[in-house]
């Protein structure tokens, strides 16, 4: 069993910046993939950005050159740094730990760009 727990979400103007923070505990496997989803208002979730255990990172066409995922010294952590916001970022942000076919999911964090 995987606990993830997000945190670091927030209201910010456009054009600001935030940092969100998952923890992945309990039974983590060393080769496992980390992602940051999102779900705006009446629409799909999305896949945001995705990380391997081995640093593998790869990150929508949309949010190429504003987001960065990377992994903490602790392994099982993984943060989403965004810069340049737009009101189109506007979404519950969710974690995700994956190993083989298991997957496991954070609550989720709201993210709000508004001025």
């Known amino acids: 069993q995987v606990r993830v727990v997000e945190s670091g979400g927030g209201l910010v103007q456009p054009g600001g910046s935030l940092r969100l923070s998952c923890a992945a505990s309990g039974s983590i496997f060393s080769v496992n993939v980390m992602a940051w989803h999102r779900q705006a208002p009446g629409k799909e979730r999305e896949l945001v950005a995705t990380?391997?255990?081995?640093?593998?990172?790869n990150v929508r066409d949309s949010v190429k050159g504003r987001f960065t995922i990377s992994r903490g010294d602790a392994k099982n952590t993984v943060y989403l740094q965004m810069n340049s916001l737009i009101p189109e970022d506007t979404a519950v942000y969710y974690c995700r730990y994956s190993s083989g076919s298991y997957d496991a999911w954070g609550q989720g964090t709201q993210v709000t760009v508004s001025s």
């Open positions: 990380i391997t255990s081995r640093g593998t990172a």
